[in-house]
């Protein structure tokens, strides 16, 4: 359910990273001695920004593992009652 999920919402994670990366970059601004008053909120955008980057990172690791997975399924299935006797990738004689 989970990698269907994500397989068919890419833009999902692909906007929790940005967010995420977002956030943490305008959380590291707020930690410079000019915006001291901040620092509070500072350190929940890094939380909530760096969740959102991990988020974004699953999910795009999910959906290149399937993808992976998907190929690599086609490719065998491809060459079913072919000859085993040449290198992967060429045609068979």
Do not use: C, Q
Request: proline content about 3%.
């Amino acid at each position: 359910m989970f990698t269907s999920f994500v397989r068919n919402y890419p833009y999902i994670h692909l906007g929790l990273g940005l967010v995420g990366n977002m956030l943490f970059f305008v959380g590291s601004i707020l930690f410079l001695d000019r915006f001291s008053a901040w620092h509070h909120a500072a350190i929940l955008m890094f939380i909530v920004g760096s969740s959102g980057m991990l988020l974004g990172a699953i999910g795009k690791a999910v959906t290149e593992l399937e993808a992976a997975r998907r190929d690599r399924g086609s490719a065998y299935r491809g060459s079913a009652g072919a000859s085993y006797n040449h290198a992967p990738g060429e045609r068979s004689p």
